[in-house]
């Protein structure tokens, strides 16, 4: 069976590849394997059939047959791990790449998704500006720590993973600010990565269906 993966039926980032089945989309690509897409507006991602699939109401999900995945960074380690490409074989580099991923996610993702939702929702408050200069120091501090582990490597441990897959999946989210290409060599890393084959074909198809989607007069869910 082909599987199938659940996105935005418009997505909040207006097709700038941020939205989280991009991660699942790039996987995808980069092992090969076809895949369906089902899109959800914010209405169908609180009913019942859905939070079967994801008990919080998001996306994405996967399924293949009678597998049902939720969370992002569950759903490209199921990957990498049925299908060559995304992890090492060496049983030590393997383990690597997954902390790699965890990394990402856990420890790299936190301070970055906490600096948007502020912007988003405490951006009129008198106290702004001074919470997004502590806010800013936390990423710039994490971003150190990444890129001095980095260093002049093309990636984070020998060739490329799941691991780097998540993390520029993570820098991405901060495109808009600047504070990656204050950083040369995690703005090489992320630069390196989206210019893969299997990167533009994830980022084409989930341009093309927000553009799709906004074509036919759908709006995007609330942040």
């Not at 699939?53 to 569950?74: K, M, N, V």
């Not at 260093?151 to 998540?166: E, K, Y």
């Amino acid at each position: 069976m082909t599987p199938i993966i659940t996105a935005f039926e418009c997505s909040p980032d207006r097709g700038k590849g941020l939205a989280r089945d991009m991660r699942i989309r790039w996987a995808l690509e980069e092992v090969g394997q076809a895949y369906e897409v089902r899109f959800l507006s914010f209405r169908d991602m609180k009913q019942p059939e859905h939070l079967a699939l994801h008990p919080f109401g998001q996306i994405p999900t996967y399924e293949d047959g009678d597998l049902a995945l939720f969370e992002s960074g569950a759903i490209v380690l199921h990957l990498a791990e049925r299908h060559a490409g995304l992890l090492p074989t060496d049983a030590n580099a393997r383990m690597r790449a997954i902390a790699w991923m965890f990394a990402a996610l856990n420890t790299v993702e936190p301070p970055i998704v906490e600096r948007s939702m502020a912007w988003l929702v405490e951006r009129e408050e008198t106290w702004y500006a001074q919470r997004q200069a502590v806010l800013d120091e936390r990423v710039r501090r994490r971003l150190g720590e990444l890129s001095g582990r980095l260093g002049d490597a093309d990636w984070l441990d020998g060739d490329f993973s799941a691991g780097d897959l998540l993390m520029v999946t993570v820098l991405l989210r901060l495109q808009s600010s600047g504070i990656v290409d204050e950083f040369s060599n995690l703005a090489a890393f992320v630069a390196r990565a989206t210019a893969r084959p299997a990167y533009q074909r994830a980022f084409q198809a989930q341009l093309a269906a927000f553009r799709q989607a906004a074509s036919a007069g759908a709006s995007s869910p609330a942040p």
